[in-house]
């Protein structure tokens, strides 16, 4: 079970990879795109930057599902570097369950948020404000399935960079 977990993940987590990429692509777009309107033609654009914006947060919260698999995200890791067998294992669950924990806070009132604005539009894009918001839920949930991944296989990639 565990292996198919991990292979579902893998599958997600490139998807999620490959979208946040995608969002990046779009916002370096639409950023250059408003330069020019603003500062060529003078006539900058309505929709531009909300669009830059909201790729660059959709961009942030799938690209950390990636970080949060790879075990990449910025940690203060003298605590794991220095502990050994047991107290290791222990750390790793510990700091497992804390992220699953914040994850859930995260899913929970990104949720609520955006079902709460749901009515609200984007100011030059006319649309709802909780596509931005769901970056949050959406981001959140699959974060949680990298974490568990990410137990089960742990993947270290700021330590194996550190100086």
Do not use: N
């Not at 309505?46 to 949060?68: D, H």
Request: hydrophobic share 60%.
């Amino acid at each position: 079970m565990i292996k198919q977990l991990l292979k579902f993940e893998s599958h997600v987590t490139d998807v999620m990879l490959w979208l946040a990429c995608t969002f990046l692509v779009l916002a370096a777009s639409f950023g250059i795109y408003q330069v020019i309107t603003r500062f060529v033609f003078s006539e900058p654009s309505t929709w531009s930057e909300v669009g830059t914006r909201m790729a660059l947060i959709w961009m942030v919260f799938l690209g950390t599902v990636a970080a949060f698999r790879h075990g990449a995200l910025v940690s203060v890791d003298l605590a794991y570097r220095i502990s050994k067998g047991a107290w290791r294992k222990a750390l790793h669950l510990i700091i497992t369950t804390v992220t699953l924990i914040f994850l859930a806070v995260i899913l929970w009132f990104g949720i609520d948020i955006t079902w709460k604005v749901r009515f609200q539009e984007l100011a030059g894009l006319e649309i709802s404000i909780s596509w931005a918001y769901l970056a949050l839920p959406v981001g959140a949930l699959f974060s949680m399935l990298a974490v568990i991944a990410h137990y089960f296989d742990p993947v270290h990639e700021e330590l194996e960079t550190a100086l």
